[in-house]
């Protein structure tokens, strides 16, 4: 049976959602990406609109809703900034569901807890200055040492880097062995003390109004107890960590497509040449109908993830497919939205030009385009299926 109804609980929670995003945030958001200044107080108002611990049971401090419901909030998010839907990946998508589908009993008490609570914000460490894309290049190093591990290295390109709390992080165990030398850690900060150092990136072409920066740890000391899985399963860890965030990232994507659609739809009205609104002009319209369709494509996809994630199926391949398509629909919207906009697109007096520029960074991170394009080729011709992997994302029994 397919079931295309949203329930009312899903309806309602949207809904205020909205509303809240519309009066506590949006009306900062063009001030602080025009500035690229982070958000105020931005985790601290999610925490109180109850979304940052959305997926978890209420076991860990979750509120116990469903998969599906994650993405249609992930998609409110980014409607209103990309900042904010940045945000909830790493901290729900990456770091949070990383610790709930592979931490122990123990770990999920004392990690994600927090997490879910909106105590603490976390964030994702897997990228270095040399190693993007190709992940099992990574140099940072984690050393045994007694009941510890002694990690050096460095991380970039690292949202929410300068604000989190917790980092799920990875090093090498073993750097001879490639990937399969990886291990994942949880790195608190309050813990790091100055071994850990955070820093922003300045001038970013996108996400002005969000946090993305990097890390040094140099000898940091992190106890045994924070291995997260196994020595040497870091990146399945990360690549399944991947398959969340890529699922937020996709029903994020869906919502700046349907800003695009709006404020296009808005502006055509109003704007006239020739006599006529621009909306009138079929040169026009054709651009807002490959946006809607888009847009109706993207949310059918991510929304099909989800499903699969509250069943517990394997969803890599429709996850990746969902991520990729939306994300280039969005990069697409946001640039025919901007040429609706003519001039007036190209300044921050419309929401067009950052919606470009915010479309921009997740075509690359979680997966670059080509990535995609590699993976999606792969699946087609046979040559890539998906195995299970040790510990499976638990699936959604119903409040939890
Ligand atoms: C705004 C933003 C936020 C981010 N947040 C995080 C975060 O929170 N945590 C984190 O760990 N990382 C994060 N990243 C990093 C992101 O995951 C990487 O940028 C991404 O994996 C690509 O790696 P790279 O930039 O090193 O590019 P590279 O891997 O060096 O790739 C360069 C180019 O080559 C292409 N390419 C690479 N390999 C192939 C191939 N085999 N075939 C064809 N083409 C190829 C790529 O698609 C790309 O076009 C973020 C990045 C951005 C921009």
Redesign the pocket.
Known sequence: MIDFELSDEQRDLVAHVRRYLAKEILPDVQRCDSASTPLPEAFAKLAELGVVGLPFPQAYGGAGLDYVTLGLICEELEYCDTSLR?MM??HIG?AGCGIYQWGTQEQKQRFLRPLAAGEKLG?????????????GAIRSTARRDGDAYVLNGS???????TQADTFLM?AKTDPAAGKRGISAFVIERQDAGSALHTFAIKD????RA?D?GGLSFSDLRVPVANRLGEEGEGFHI?MTALEN?RYTVAAGATGLTRACVDASVKYAQERTTFGVPIGRHQLIQEMIAQMTAGYEASRLLYLRAGWMKNNGLRNTRETALAKWFACDTSNKAADDALEIHGAYGFSDEYPVARFLRNS???V????????Q??MHGEYALGYRTDKPVRCELPAWKGQR
């Not at 040399?130 to 992940?135: L, N, Y």
């Not at 991380?155 to 880097?161: D, F, H, P, V």
């Open positions: 940045t990946s790493v990456l964030a994702f460490g897997l990228t270095e200055p040399d190693a993007g894309s190709d992940a991380k970039l390109w690292i949202s929410c880097a990875f970013k072409y996108g996400v969000g993305t990360a965030g921009r960074g997740a690359i991170y979680e997966g670059s385009r080509e990535i394009k590699l």
